[in-house]
């Protein structure tokens, strides 16, 4: 089992920046990927970007150049530095961790990009 508990989330003006965190705990010496996900009102959840324990990344065309996933595995922790922040990146983020087939998720933090 896996608890993930995000943070950082915020209102903030469009050119602005965020950093979000995720705090994992419990079997975290068994994650493969941990990723961040977002979901805006009216909309499907959407990948926005993961990292593997080899710390290979891959991004949404969206947030590719604005965005910087990274981990801290001594913290058990992973991050999301967003910069130049727009009105559409406006959701609910969650935090995501993979252990083989099983996903498990964070409750979410709220980030909103005022124009």
């Known amino acids: 089992q896996v608890r993930l508990v995000e943070s950082g989330g915020g209102l903030v003006q469009a050119g602005g920046s965020l950093r979000l965190s995720c705090l994992a705990s419990?079997?975290?010496?068994?994650?493969?990927?941990m990723g961040w996900y977002r979901q805006a009102p009216g909309k499907q959840r959407e990948l926005v970007a993961w990292?593997?324990?080899?710390?290979?990344?891959n991004y949404a065309n969206s947030v590719k150049g604005r965005f910087t996933i990274s981990r801290d595995n001594a913290k058990n922790t992973v991050y999301l530095q967003m910069n130049s922040l727009k009105p559409e990146d406006t959701a609910v983020y969650y935090c995501?961790?993979?252990?083989?087939?099983?996903?498990?998720w964070g409750q979410g933090t709220q980030v909103t990009v005022s124009s």
């Open positions: 995501n961790a993979m252990i083989r087939a099983t996903s498990y």
């Open positions: 419990g079997s975290t010496f068994n994650i493969n990927v």
């Open positions: 990292i593997s324990s080899g710390e290979s990344t």
